[in-house]
């Protein structure tokens, strides 16, 4: 499972992969991304998870430039990859 969000101390886009967290940033990560504002989540499908990653990484990267997707984009984008 994934979540992009805007993080609410800095104001730039994020990505966190729940399901990848180790024990001692598990706490950390879960508290920025749940203090931020939730722009899409969902889970990666096992066999394209790698192309998904590179897909979310380039939308977390557009919105950080000032790109305006919305929730319609971001799903057509990352039909493929997903759950």
Known sequence: ????????????????????????TKDWEISRAAAGDSVFDGFLSWSSRLDGKRAIAQIVDAFNSGAPLDAAEL?????????
């Open 75 to 83: 799903r057509k984008r990352l039909a493929p990859f997903l759950t």
């Open 1 to 24: 499972m994934f979540e992009i969000y805007r993080d609410a101390l800095e104001g730039t886009y994020r990505v966190v992969y729940y399901t990848e967290l180790d024990d001692h």
